[in-house]
């Protein structure tokens, strides 16, 4: 197993589009995680699942995010009609229920 | 949001010294974890502790718990310049949410 692994690294749109990032966990973790980070912050929780359902999803996150893990594998995480405000490091991690998580290298998103 | 805050914001010290970094937080936690960040790479677990336990060692870290004062304390012992990273501390909330929520971060450079 090679670790979580996230698709794009790097992601640059114009503004309104709309962008969709891939994360494929460590394939025995039921629970996954994604977050935004933004330059000298801590990662911002978004949402996670546990397998294919969503348990929880940020306040903060409009409706423009949507995210979601079809048969418990990998995740996806779609941005519709991109702002500049959505410039950061999106951030994908699994784990295991109580354990730690394992994080992916990002993907980091810039919009112009 | 997010629920810890650590202290200090910055940190910076001469190689074979002692960092020390607290985390405080706000509610019932599952367990405490702190993770390291180089400058835009992913995060990586160092350290979990339990609810129930006070302190945990692993190599040169040292975590100690204090679950009535809502606060966690992170020691490096005989720092490396290699050490110089950004550190968080992630709380994992109790039953029903399970929801892993991350700190602002403690930036601490080692200076060589």
Not at chain 1, 50 to 62: D, I, P, T, Y
Request: net charge positive; proline share 3%.
């Amino acid at each position: 197993d090679t670790g979580v692994s996230q698709d794009p690294r790097h992601k640059i749109t114009k503004r309104g589009q709309n962008v969709t990032f891939r994360c494929d966990p460590i394939s025995e973790h039921n629970r996954l995680y994604w977050y935004r980070q933004t330059l000298g912050q801590g990662p911002e929780f978004l949402t996670y699942f546990q397998n294919e359902a969503q348990l929880e999803k940020s306040r903060l996150l409009s409706d423009r995010f949507s995210a979601e893990r079809p048969k418990g594998s990998f995740s996806t995480l779609e941005i519709q009609r991109t702002e500049q405000g959505d410039s950061a490091m999106y951030l994908c991690a699994s784990s295991l229920v109580l354990t730690e998580a394992f994080f992916g290298q990002g993907t980091r998103l810039t919009v112009v | 949001s997010q629920q810890g805050e650590e202290d200090p914001q910055a940190l910076s010290i001469q190689e074979g010294e002692n960092a020390t970094m607290n985390c405080s937080y706000k509610t019932s936690i599952n367990n405490l974890q702190w993770y390291r960040q180089n400058s835009g790479r992913g995060l990586v677990h160092l350290i979990l502790i339990r609810s129930n336990e006070r302190e945990k060692h692993s190599g040169r870290l040292r975590v100690t718990l204090d679950t009535s004062k809502k606060s966690s304390s992170l020691l490096i012992t005989a720092s490396r310049a290699a050490d110089t990273a950004s550190y968080f501390c992630a709380t994992l909330s109790g039953a029903g949410s399970y929801q892993l929520t991350f700190g602002k971060g403690t930036k601490l450079s080692v200076i060589p």
